[in-house]
């Protein structure tokens, strides 16, 4: 079936620094991807998506190429935050073969001032 | 709009105790799930919704039950709380034609 692998954590960074999270996928339709932040103490928080190969989703300086040759869809930020420290997943739906969203694993971020 | 609610925030139970965990949403969505989430064990799906009246199980149903009789709530339960069920819970809901999901604050269940 489809499943999504990302990288584990913890991730620790200092401020201003490159964020990469990988993300790959495996599915047999053409799902929509998602990249998703929970905040310490909070919900999920879809922080942005992409619904076709080539697609670029974008939110709050985050990045996401949905890349279909590689099956890949990193999140990634030029200058991260301490305010972005928090768990990112990213997950994959495919609304005509399925209901439920399938969701990785989840990578913890941890920025230093 | 309060968006996806969830009642209660935390609670404590005794092995062998019930409880009922709420979930309401207000943006008229058609679908409806109920998660855990552990450490190192992401998010997995317990039940969800299709729309009132309709559930169906998820990844782990084992010792839970659900009940969609209107369509804003979407409630779980458990009937012989076990300390393996000791997690956070969060709800989440979604409009039939989209497939991004709106979460809740979770609710936070010891079982002693």
């Known amino acids: 079936g489809d499943s999504v692998t990302q990288m584990e954590g913890p991730v620790t960074l200092s401020e201003e620094a490159f964020l990469t999270i990988n993300c790959t996928y495996t599915a047999t339709g053409y799902p929509s991807l998602f990249w998703y932040v929970q905040y310490p103490g909070e919900g999920l928080q879809l922080l942005l998506k992409?619904?076709?190969?080539?697609d670029k989703g974008s939110n709050k300086g985050f990045e996401a190429t949905y890349r279909k040759e590689t099956t890949s869809f990193h999140l990634e930020k030029g200058s991260v935050q301490v305010s972005d420290s928090a768990v990112y997943f990213c997950?994959?739906?495919?609304?005509?073969?399925?209901?439920?969203?399938?969701f990785g694993k989840g990578t913890r971020l941890h920025i230093l001032p | 709009n309060a968006g996806v609610t969830q009642t209660p925030k935390f609670r404590v139970l005794k092995t062998g105790q019930s409880m009922t965990l709420l979930c309401a949403q207000d943006m008229n969505h058609e679908y409806m799930y109920w998660y855990r989430q552990d450490p190192g064990m992401g998010l997995r799906l317990i039940h969800y919704?299709?729309?009132?009246?309709?559930?169906a199980k998820g990844e782990v149903p084992d010792g839970y039950n659900v009940s969609r009789l209107k369509k804003q709530n979407f409630l779980l339960g458990l009937e012989s709380a076990a300390p393996s069920q000791t997690s956070v819970y969060f709800c989440?809901?979604?409009?039939?034609?989209?497939?991004?999901?709106?979460f809740g604050p979770g609710t936070r269940l010891t079982v002693l």
């Open positions: 997950a994959l739906s495919d609304l005509g073969r399925d209901d439920k969203i399938i």
């Open positions: 992409a619904t076709k190969a080539d």
């Open positions: 989440a809901s979604r409009l039939l034609a989209r497939n991004e999901q709106f």
């Open positions: 919704s299709v729309g009132e009246g309709t559930t």
